[in-house]
Nanobody, 115 residues
Framework: QVQLVESGGDLVQPGGSLRLSCAAS????????MYWFRQAPGLGLEWVSS????????NYADSVKGRFTISRDNAKNTLYLQMNGLKPEDTALYYC????????RGQGTQVTVSS
């Protein structure tokens, strides 16, 4: 059974930075592309970013392009999301997932951007 555990969420002021981590287990992490999603209160699941199995190809939603960076360490079975220039509209529960629709995701980590 796929295990995904997100961490690193916090309360941060606008303009601040956070790095999210996703520890993966019970599957061959280095063989699969990975995804970050987020869900703001009252809204649907939104795709944020994706990365290929080897890390050489990345994609971003327009809303985060230039501010967020996805990366992975296959030796540590860990996925990351570096978030810079955070805005109040980035406030959401952030999930990592192993599929492009987000159906197989972890429990999430809360990011709140507020002054």
């Amino acid at each position: 059974q796929v295990q995904l555990v997100e961490s690193g969420g916090d309360l941060v002021q606008p303009g601040g930075s956070l790095r999210l981590s996703c520890a993966a287990s019970e599957f061959t992490f280095s063989n699969v592309g990975m995804y970050w999603f987020r869900q703001a209160p009252g809204l649907g699941l939104e795709w944020v970013s994706s990365i290929s199995s080897g890390g050489g190809s990345t994609n971003y939603a327009d809303s985060v392009k230039g501010r967020f960076t996805i990366s992975r360490d296959n030796a540590k079975n860990t996925l990351y999301l570096q978030m810079n220039g955070l805005k109040p509209e980035d406030t959401a529960l952030y999930y990592c997932a192993i599929d492009p629709d987000g159906s197989s995701r972890g429990q999430g980590t809360q990011v709140t951007v507020s002054s």
